[in-house]
């Protein structure tokens, strides 16, 4: 009887796990998107859904600093 409960819990855990954890994962990264929408259309600032743009940048500033004495 033990085992038919471990057994059911796994099987149980690992459904819910390969199931809700990308669809709450979407549904939050649509919540961002939309909310990050809204508030640049409050700000009156251009939103991008592209974020390879937004890494670009974001490479591009590291690159430009030097780096530390200890790391040379």
Do not use: C, N, Y
């Not at 471990?6 to 855990?13: K, N, P, W």
């Not at 990308?22 to 009156?44: N, Q």
């Amino acid at each position: 009887q033990m085992a038919i409960a471990v057994i059911g819990g796994l099987v149980a855990s690992t459904g819910l796990t390969l199931v809700m954890v990308p669809a709450v994962f979407t549904w939050v990264d649509d919540l961002e998107r939309w909310v990050g929408r809204r508030v640049a259309r409050h700000f009156g600032v251009r939103a991008t859904d592209e974020p390879a743009a937004d890494a670009a940048v974001a490479v591009a500033s590291v690159a430009a600093k030097p780096l530390p004495e200890a790391l040379r």
